[in-house]
T-cell receptor, first 115, second 111 residues
């Protein structure tokens, strides 16, 4: 149990375009999901906390207008990188909070490359 | 000072060795402690989850928490090449959802 999926696993886009990443909890409901960013050989950096039915809470330094988060259902959160630029290239990972164990389960990640 | 400190390694051991991975932390309010394993270009996978002080064993893995010393450990017995990955410690406070991660220790088990 406690499986989290992400789609797509890899995306390459041109500078200036927008990219949407989906995060789904497959076998449990998650009122809270998290979005992280990870640079090579570094740990995870929390970008925002996504709560079902309400606005996301962004960490300091993360532009909410650039990284749009929508948590429309108990099993789906989306992250849209708007007007992507090469510096947005990174590994984006989501996690979902399993209420039964109060534990975060992570998705497999999405590698974004902006040309 | 970071809230969670973890030696980034890299750590190389021969197959069959016992591996010891450690983290220290500064926030005495942390009550939940986790170890995640992350293979290259994959998301972290939860390995062990413990609450407060004590030991927890699961197969070849043993997690230890010493709250008095603010020190947690993960032991891997009979290490296998498939254990080669980055191991991240993480912790959080009661009632909070945010996890505080260590930087991760990169482990290589040599056949």
């Amino acid at each position: 149990g406690a499986v989290v999926s992400q789609h797509p696993s890899r995306v390459i886009c041109k500078s200036g375009t927008s990219v949407k990443i989906e995060c789904r909890s497959l076998d449990f409901q998650a009122t809270t999901m998290f979005w992280y960013r990870q640079f090579p050989k570094q740990s995870l950096m929390l970008m925002a906390t996504s709560n079902e039915g309400s606005k996301a809470t962004y960490e300091q330094g993360v532009e909410k207008d650039k990284f749009l988060i929508n948590h429309a259902s108990l099993t789906l959160s989306t992250l849209t990188v708007t007007s992507a630029h090469p510096e947005d290239s990174s590994f984006y990972i989501c996690s979902a909070l399993a209420g039964s164990t109060d534990t975060q389960y992570f998705g497999p990640g999405t590698r974004l490359t902006v040309l | 000072q970071k809230e969670v400190e973890q030696d980034p390694g890299p750590l190389s051991v021969p197959e069959g060795a016992i591996v010891s991975l450690n983290c220290t932390y500064s926030n005495s309010a942390f009550q939940y402690f986790m170890w995640y394993r992350q293979y290259s270009r994959k998301g972290p996978e939860l390995l062990m989850y413990t609450y407060s002080s004590g030991n927890k064993e699961d197969g070849r893995f043993t997690a230890q928490v010493d709250k008095s010393s603010k020190y947690i450990s993960l032991f891997i017995r009979d290490s296998q090449p498939s254990d080669s990955a980055t191991y991240l410690c993480a912790m959080k406070q009661t009632g909070a959802n945010n996890l505080f991660f260590g930087t991760g220790t990169r482990l290589t088990v040599i056949p």
